[in-house]
Antibody, heavy 119, light 108 residues
Framework: QLLLQESGPGLVKPSETLSLTCTVS??????????WGWIRQPPGKGLEWVATIYYSGTTYYNPSLKSRVTISVDTSKNQFSLKLSSVTAADTAVYYCARLSVAGFFDFWGQGTLVTVSS | DILMTQSPATLSVSPGERATLSCRASQSVRSNLAWYQQKPGRAPRLLIYGASTRATGIPARFSGSGSGTEFTLTISSLQSEDFAVYYCQQYNNWPPWTFGQGTKVEIK
């Protein structure tokens, strides 16, 4: 059974960098049949795609966040990570990591982690 | 970017009744459309992909239809566990991957 687990600080100060890691178990992040991604959901709002990565390192970013976002993969640890710089209160959200099929739908999701941006 | 628009925002349905949710794309996404269910405090769960293919373990009362720009998710007989928010997502033109704003199915 595939499991994805997000980890990282739940509180980040404004202007600092949000850093999250997703650990994948029950499957290989080096799968040629999948991509890996981050989606976020501000409290009470809808879903917003943030970034996606392939095991080879190919990356895709939401244009609205592109200047501040970095996604990376560590195949040796079966993990992928997200960094979002210069955060503001608008970045407060539940951040989900997820697996994508090569077609592009999100077939497995982590439980999500709430990140609050506040001083 | 492809804009996904869902309607209605809220749907009030009695248990055992049928629920019909709509999703419209700003341009054709062919059949590259997925539906997700999200319950409070939980991660979204994949229900439908390819516009009409149920994901593993999804009950037959959930069905999807449509292609191009107009899509429908139907829940044939609502069970108590089906009251949730439902999102559509296109994956025809990416990046970006785009979601609708969601339809909340509530108990009438």
């Amino acid at each position: 059974q595939l499991l994805l687990q997000e980890s990282g600080p739940g509180l980040v100060k404004p202007s600092e960098t949000l850093s999250l890691t997703c650990t994948v178990s029950g499957g290989s992040i080096s799968s040629t049949s999948h991509y890996w991604g981050w989606i976020r959901q501000p409290p009470g709002k809808g879903l917003e795609w943030v970034a996606t990565i392939y095991y080879s390192g190919t990356t895709y970013y939401n244009p609205s966040l592109k200047s501040r976002v970095t996604i990376s993969v560590d195949t040796s640890k079966n993990q992928f990570s997200l960094k979002l710089s210069s955060v503001t209160a608008a970045d407060t959200a539940v951040y989900y990591c997820a697996r994508l099929s090569v077609a592009g739908f999100f077939d497995f999701w982590g439980q999500g982690t709430l990140v609050t941006v506040s001083s | 970017d492809i804009l996904m628009t869902q309607s209605p925002a809220t749907l009030s349905v009695s248990p055992g009744e049928r629920a019909t949710l709509s999703c419209r794309a700003s341009q054709s996404v062919r059949s590259n459309l997925a539906w997700y269910q999200q319950k409070p405090g939980r991660a979204p769960r994949l229900l439908i992909y390819g516009a009409s293919t149920r994901a593993t373990g999804i009950p037959a009362r959930f069905s999807g239809s449509g292609s191009g720009t107009e899509f429908t998710l139907t829940i044939s007989s609502l069970q108590s566990e089906d009251f949730a928010v439902y999102y559509c997502q296109q994956y025809n033109n990416w990046p970006p991957w785009t979601f609708g704003q969601g339809t909340k199915v509530e108990i009438k």
